[in-house]
């Protein structure tokens, strides 16, 4: 696959997505959007000529349009979905595009909200072609960014005394929903954000380890996902370092039999 890309990144919008932070629908909601076209650009650099690749003042355009079009997307998924659609829709080349969604303010314990990945690519012999191709790349990731939690967690005294603040993140690599879903809409995802705070808040931990280990467990074993990738940073660990934390990535073969 070429290493050429034109991206958009962080195209602000609004759009109604599913329900919002408060279980609400039929609410606009901030969005952000970053695309990624892989093309090779060889021919336009060598020929100077825009005809000669795809415009991202085009895909901007005719992303912002059909965001503004749709009077309401189900959920996250659907609106990334569709959007990857656009592509074969407007025949443009290339060999891979992907589409990252983010709802800033999806989720009321993370401060960076929810986001979801996916995409759609071409067989090799439809690369320069104009004449669609496009299929489901099955690629997808779901993110739960910044979410913020208080616990007792350290091995020095001092740390035993009160509760300190920790930074989560979470990349859901794979998960037993698809478009056909029973619970679309982000229902899952605000139902796991509660249950981590629940369990980690009520907990106590020496080491950072034992906490994602906790939480890998929690979202493995209560809900429908497959694959996890979790960091636990602590922001006040360390006074000259910005934060000190981990990143594990987990199974559900781990937790469940």
């Not at 759009?15 to 060889?42: C, E, F, M, Y």
């Not at 997307?73 to 990252?100: M, P, S, Y």
């Not at 616990?151 to 009160?162: A, D, F, L, S, Y």
Request: glycine residues 8%; contains cysteine; negative net charge.
């Amino acid at each position: 696959m070429t290493s050429d890309i034109i991206y958009l990144q962080n195209l602000r919008l609004s759009a109604k997505v599913g329900p919002d932070a408060w279980h609400r629908r039929n609410k606009p909601q901030p969005l952000s959007l970053s695309a990624r076209l892989h093309i090779n650009t060889s021919a336009a650099g060598s020929s100077d000529d825009i005809r000669q690749t795809v415009s991202y003042g085009d895909i901007c355009r005719i992303i912002t349009e059909f965001v503004e079009r749709e009077e309401e997307f189900h959920c996250i998924e659907q609106l990334g979905w569709k959007i990857t659609l656009l592509a074969d829709e407007n025949k443009w080349r290339g060999e891979k595009f992907e589409v990252d969604v983010a709802l800033p303010k999806g989720l009321l314990r993370a401060e960076g909200g929810i986001g979801f990945r996916c995409c759609v690519v071409r067989d090799p012999s439809d690369y320069q072609s104009i004449a669609g191709g496009w299929h489901d790349g099955e690629e997808y990731e779901w993110q739960i960014r910044d979410l913020k939690l208080a616990c007792v967690i350290g091995v020095n005294p001092h740390e035993r005394v009160e509760k300190q603040g920790v930074v989560v993140g979470l990349r859901i690599l794979s998960c037993t929903m698809d478009e056909t879903g029973v619970d679309h809409g982000g229902t899952h995802w605000q139902k796991l954000v509660k249950r981590i705070c629940e369990v980690i808040e009520s907990s106590a931990f020496e080491t950072l380890e034992a906490l994602a280990e906790r939480i890998a467990k929690t979202s493995c074993a209560e809900f429908p996902v497959i694959t996890i990738a979790i960091s636990v940073e602590k922001p006040n660990a360390l006074h000259f370092v910005d934060g000190a934390g981990v990143q594990i990535m987990r199974h559900k073969r781990n937790y469940v039999p």
